[in-house]
């Protein structure tokens, strides 16, 4: 169900590599178990395990994977084009999700109520959409920022398709509504979506 994995799977997807999935089943809070503390003391998915070397948050895991595996790259060389990628993940990692992650959205369904959440969800995510259209509405091709596939499309997939479960308008994103239709076409996409994850049954 998470959207920072979500990215991760893309990433390494894209790069062709190969890694074993093991899920973290955050309703029953196993990312707060002390087995996972051990390996990622926050309680966030992702991590990332690489040998012995351990990394979690995915925009820093998603850099390693860059710079240690450069094919397929996900950043431009162009640097306004690739200042381009890091504004508009920054958008979906620091603006929109911190907004929208479980524990916000089950203390405001608990003291507000559920109606609430969802008010809550569909304004953080139009927060942060309407920027995003904006900044991108003259630097998109068939991807966010071109033709091919960059940062910015690995962070706006898994965030549109959160913004899905919770029947967030798409209607006033026009661009954002085409490209993600362009991503579900992929095949790297397609195999990273929540839910085609082994553990895909358990979480709904
Ligand atoms: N900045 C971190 C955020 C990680 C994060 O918020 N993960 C969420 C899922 S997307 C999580 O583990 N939520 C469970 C919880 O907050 O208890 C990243 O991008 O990896």
Redesign the pocket.
């Known amino acids: 169900m998470?959207?920072?994995?979500y990215s991760v799977r893309i990433a390494l997807n894209l790069k062709g590599l190969e890694y074993e999935y093991k899920a973290v089943n955050?309703f029953k809070r196993e990312?707060e178990s002390p087995e996972y503390l051990k390996i990622n003391p926050i309680?966030?998915?992702?991590t990332l395990k690489d040998g012995d070397f351990v990394i979690?948050?995915?925009?820093a895991i998603i850099m390693y994977l860059e710079e240690k595996y450069p094919q397929c790259p996900l950043l431009p060389h162009d640097l306004k084009k690739k200042a381009l990628n890091y504004q508009a993940a920054n958008i979906v990692?620091s603006s929109i999700?911190?907004l929208v992650?479980?524990?916000v959205l089950g203390y405001i369904g608990r003291s507000l109520g559920q109606d609430e959440k969802i008010s809550w969800v569909h304004k953080h995510m139009g927060k942060g959409f309407a920027p995003l259209e904006k900044l991108l509405k003259d630097h998109a091709g068939k991807y966010a920022t071109g033709d091919e596939l960059f940062l910015a499309d690995v962070f706006l997939e898994p965030i549109i398709n959160m913004s899905q479960r919770y029947k967030f308008d798409m209607s006033e994103y026009p661009l954002l509504s085409r490209l993600s239709k362009a991503y579900q076409e992929l095949p790297a996409i397609q195999a990273a979506m929540p839910q085609n994850q082994p553990d895909a049954a358990s979480t709904n």
């Not at 979690?56 to 925009?59: A, E, L, Q, T, V």
């Open positions: 998470s959207s920072c994995a955050l990312q309680g966030y998915v992702p979690s948050d995915s925009f990692t999700q911190p992650r479980l524990p």
